[in-house]
Nanobody, 124 residues
Framework: QVQLVESGGGLVQAGGSLRLSCAGS????????MGWFRQAPGKEREFVSV????????IYADSVKGRFTISRDNAKNTVYLQMNSLKPEDTALYYC?????????????????WGQGTQVTVSS
């Protein structure tokens, strides 16, 4: 079992930055790939980024590539999402999720554990 708690969301102006954190508990955290997803009102949940169990490999959605960076600290059971050059279209509820896979997986259907989400709002 893995419990996940996100933090770091907030209101920021376009062009600004935020760093999201996801603290996990459970002994399987360090062996799990970790992903970030987001969902805007009236839209489906979409993939943002994923990092493999060791932190050596990551994938990004085209919409955030070059602006967002995912990282993890297994000693702290924490995964991060550094978000730079934020745009109004980045406004959404951001979720952290854990999968039983060790390698990168982009489909939300493959993730077993989810946090409660943290709201990111980017004003124009």
């Amino acid at each position: 079992q893995v419990q996940l708690v996100e933090s770091g969301g907030g209101l920021v102006q376009a062009g600004g930055s935020l760093r999201l954190s996801c603290a996990g508990s459970g002994r399987t955290f360090s062996s799990s790939a970790m992903g970030w997803f987001r969902q805007a009102p009236g839209k489906e949940r979409e993939f943002v980024s994923v990092i493999n169990w060791s932190g050596a490999s990551a994938i990004y959605a085209d919409s955030v590539k070059g602006r967002f960076t995912i990282s993890r600290d297994n000693a702290k059971n924490t995964v991060y999402l550094q978000m730079n050059s934020l745009k109004p279209e980045d406004t959404a509820l951001y979720y952290c999720a854990a999968t039983t896979y060790r390698s990168v997986i982009t489909s939300h259907l493959r993730y077993n554990y989810w946090g409660q989400g943290t709201q990111v709002t980017v004003s124009s």
